[in-house]
T-cell receptor, first 113, second 115 residues
Framework: DAKTTQPTSMDCAEGRAANLPCNHS???????VYWYRQIHSQGPQYIIH???NNETNEMASLIITEDRKSSTLILPHATLRDTAVYYCIVRASSGAGSYQLTFGKGTKLSVIP | NAGVMQNPRHLVRRRGQEARLRCSPM?????VYWYRQLPEEGLKFMVYLQKENIIDESGMPKERFSAEFPKEGPSILRIQQVVRGDSAAYFCASSPPTGIKDTQYFGPGTRLTVL
């Protein structure tokens, strides 16, 4: 799986949009971009994933650049409960090891009142 | 729709004892994954199972660790003769057997403390 690079930490004011970047310059054509978050010591929570097109769900939006070498997770109106470590994961859609999620260090997002 | 269930949530064992961690996947899910998170580290894949089959155990330590997912009942991660280095959070995830978009959903984890 391609390696991802994320900032170590970010702050966001409550009510503002949180934009979390991720670089995945070695991503392959069949690899998806997944985002999970881990609040304190809870189990990771699935947020969103995408292949080429931008995606939106009730939690967030995922913007993938045209060359697919980077992406941005957008939380449109951050709340204090969004304080967590956010993981950007690149994962193949098939083949050996495609089911393994490789968690890096992620970005620690702090939402500030 | 109940999520992934893990029990116990907290488990304390003395060195040399056995630890058994249980995971019940989400309804309709037949694939189970175990991950371990050591203190201050990210999650590491351990093993991937389908009913009665171990598909990939490449992340499992060679000794003392085993996993199963029987035809009936929860998946079990078993650690024999635990050592202090086994203290960690163990997370189970499950996914539906739909192939490409088999998103993994995680349980709350079991926190193992070895005294």
């Amino acid at each position: 799986d391609a390696k991802t690079t994320q900032p170590t930490s970010m702050d966001c004011a409550e009510g503002r949009a949180a934009n979390l970047p991720c670089n995945h310059s070695t991503i392959s054509g069949n690899e998806y971009v997944y985002w999970y978050r881990q609040i304190h010591s809870q189990g990771p929570q699935y947020i969103i994933h995408g292949l080429k097109n931008n995606e939106t769900n009730e939690m967030a939006s995922l913007i993938i650049t045209e060359d697919r070498k980077s992406s941005t997770l957008i939380l449109p109106h951050a709340t204090l409960r969004d304080t967590a470590v956010y993981y950007c994961i690149v994962r193949a859609s098939s083949g050996a090891g495609s089911y393994q999620l490789t968690f890096g260090k992620g970005t620690k997002l702090s939402v500030i009142p | 729709n109940a999520g992934v269930m893990q029990n116990p949530r907290h488990l304390v064992r003395r060195r040399g004892q056995e630890a058994r961690l249980r995971c019940s996947p989400m309804k309709g899910h037949s694939h189970v994954y175990w991950y371990r998170q050591l203190p201050e580290e990210g999650l590491k894949f351990m093993v991937y199972l389908q009913k009665e089959n171990i598909i990939d155990e490449s992340g499992m330590p060679k000794e003392r660790f085993s996993a199963e997912f029987p035809k009936e009942g929860p998946s079990i991660l078993r650690i024999q003769q635990v050592v202090r280095g086994d203290s960690a959070a163990y997370f189970c995830a499950s996914s539906p057997p739909t192939g490409i978009k088999d998103t993994q959903y995680f349980g709350p984890g079991t926190r193992l403390t070895v005294l």
